[in-house]
Every structure is written in C-alpha cells, then in structure tokens.
C-alpha cells in the first residue's frame, strides 16, 4: 500500500530542540575504556549535545563502536532516557567467502543489524534508524514494512536516510507512512554537493532538518592536500580574524549552520575541549559576504 507523499506530511521535526550531534564514528580511535568513554559522553551532555551519532558498521566486528558506547552507558543506565541515538543499517562489510562490501536494506538485514545494534547498545529501542547508503536494489515497500513493523514493536522511533539523493528520498517516502525525518549528508567546505543537487532545497522544502557529517572536512582542515584545501583554509583565517573566532574549525561549523536547511553538524572529535569550541560555534554569526568568500574559496571563483 502506498504511505503519504512527502509533500503530505508536514509535522513538528522531532531534531527542532538539537543543536548538535556527537558522532561516534571514531570511537576506537579515541583508545576510552568505558569508564573514561562515559566520563566523555557526560561531558558533552553537560555542554547540552544530548543527540549521539552511531552506525552498525561503526569499528571493528569485535570492538564496535556501538558495543563500546553501550558498555559505556552501562555503568549508568539513567543517561539512556536522556539521549537521542541515531544508528544506521544497510552497509555489509568483506566478511567469510565474500571478498567486497555491498549495500543491503533488505527485510532480513534491516531486522538483523537493529536486533544488533540494540545488544550492541544495551537498550530496548533506537530513537532514529537511518539507512546509511542508498541501495541500487532498495524495494521501498519492503522498506516501509519493515520500518512499520519496527515502529509497533516499539523498537525504533523514527526513520530516515543517509546520503540520499532528492529523487531517493522522494522514493522511499512514498511508500513509508511515517515521515522520514532526516537525509544525514556530507556537508563541508570541501564538498558542496548536498547545496547544489537539491538535497538542502528539499530538506527545506519538506522542513526535514539534515544532519551534517565531516563539518571539518574529516580533519582535512588541519592537514590541507590540495590547492583548494590551501584556498579554504586561508579565507577560514581570514573570516576568523573579522568575526574574532576561536579558531578556523568554529568558522568551518557556522559556515554549515549558517544555511537555510538548518544542518544540524555531527562533532567527529573525541576531545572534550574540541567539542566545546564546536558547540561555541553556534553563537558565531557571518555576514553574507563572509560566507560568500568561503564558498568562493573552495570553488576558485566568484558567483557569475
Ligand atoms: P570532522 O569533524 O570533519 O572530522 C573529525 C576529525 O578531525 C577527527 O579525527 C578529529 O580528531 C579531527 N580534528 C578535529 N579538530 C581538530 C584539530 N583542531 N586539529 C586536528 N584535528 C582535528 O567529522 P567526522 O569525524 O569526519 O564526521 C563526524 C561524524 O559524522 C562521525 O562521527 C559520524 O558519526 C558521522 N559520519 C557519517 C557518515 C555517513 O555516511 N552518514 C560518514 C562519515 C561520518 P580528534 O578526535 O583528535 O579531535
């Protein structure tokens, strides 16, 4: 049976409180025992991100990410109710005989990864569940079964997308009859394709707040490559000084929070400090004009 068209369903975005996200993609990387990753995670609550970022895929089989986090909110289970978990499905890894990663949103492997994931985080139910990559060979009403059938059971909350087209998105949501509520995309300095192919245009039109990951470019800011990261990270400098900002990375944040769509930055770092300078970010105001160098730094030209 086919859901609403997304034009259908306007509804109050359950992200309209969230500032941030703290992303866990990292995790391993951070070398946190559970006492130490818990101590982390307080702190970022304390500075008001209360919405965390995981995926199945997240880290390896045997230290994931998300069993690290879960092994972490364990030692104190109260935080559960407080925060927003994000997880996503849908990416299968090299594993056994089978040499290449593949992309699989099918019934089995939907209900597979949450059934994970939920062990995984020691929890009963995931707020948000996305699907972390389009599928070429998605069946959108299988899709919206499954995400029903999730819903009843009161596994998972709300649903959405990663890194959808505008055409993928429209797909999906006019078989699932809940309101997907976000396309979490890459939005950076560095790649402005969510700006320019209708990602943003539809977040804003279907007043879908988007989640932004690699606001820093992956940390490429700190360990520019190519001319046009040299580009971006002298008029970051530059637009740093006049706003009288911290440091470039808080400049790169208000640059993504700056645009209509109301991107709502996932932190990738593990440093508490970093964390604060990027939640600080929010207060940082740029003029048109400050934010028109930026983009026309990474492009190599001005507008026509
Ligand atoms: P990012 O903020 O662009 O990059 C974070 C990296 O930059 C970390 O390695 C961090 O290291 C480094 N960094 C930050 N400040 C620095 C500084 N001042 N000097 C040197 N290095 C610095 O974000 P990201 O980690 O790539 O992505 C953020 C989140 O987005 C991830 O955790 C994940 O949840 C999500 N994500 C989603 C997708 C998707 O397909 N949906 C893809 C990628 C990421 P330190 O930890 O040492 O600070």
């Not at 997304?6 to 990292?26: C, N």
């Not at 000084?241 to 593990?270: C, D, K, L, T």
Request: hydrophobic share 40%; net charge negative.
């Amino acid at each position: 049976m086919m859901g609403k068209t997304s034009q259908e369903i306007v509804m109050a975005h359950p992200f309209e409180q969230i500032d941030f996200f703290q992303g866990y993609w990292r995790t391993e990387s951070w070398g946190m025992d559970a006492q130490a990753l818990l101590a982390f995670t307080k702190q970022h609550m304390e500075l008001g991100i209360y919405a965390v970022d995981h995926a199945w895929i997240y880290g390896a089989r045997d230290s994931s990410c998300e069993a690290l986090f879960g092994d972490a909110m364990a030692l104190d289970p109260s935080i559960r109710q407080q925060l927003h978990i994000v997880s996503k499905c849908g990416i299968v890894p090299p594993s056994g005989n089978c040499d290449i990663a593949y992309y699989d949103s099918s019934r089995e492997e939907i209900l597979r990864s949450v059934e994970e994931s939920l062990t995984r985080l020691k929890t009963d139910y995931i707020d948000t569940l996305l699907l972390h990559r389009p599928d070429l060979l998605l069946n959108p009403a299988e899709v919206a079964e499954v995400f029903e059938q999730l819903h009843a059971q009161g596994k998972v909350r709300y649903f959405g997308v990663s890194n959808y087209a505008p055409h993928e998105f429209d797909l999906l949501q006019q078989y699932v009859d809940q309101p997907l509520i976000t396309n979490q995309v890459e939005i950076n300095l560095g790649n402005m394709y969510a700006l320019e192919d209708g990602t943003l245009a539809q977040a804003q039109t279907l007043q879908r707040r988007p989640m932004a990951w690699s606001c820093l470019m992956g940390g490429r800011l700190f360990n520019p490559e190519s001319e046009q990261d040299h580009r971006i990270v002298a008029a970051l400098h530059q637009v740093k000084e006049e706003v009288g900002a911290n440091n470039i990375e808080q400049v790169a944040m208000s640059w993504v929070q700056a645009h209509p769509a109301r991107p709502i930055p996932i932190i990738g770092s593990g440093k508490i400090e970093r964390v604060r300078d990027a939640v600080e970010s929010k207060n940082i105001k740029l003029s048109r004009e400050q934010w028109y160098r930026l983009w026309g730094a990474s492009k190599g030209h001005g507008v026509a």
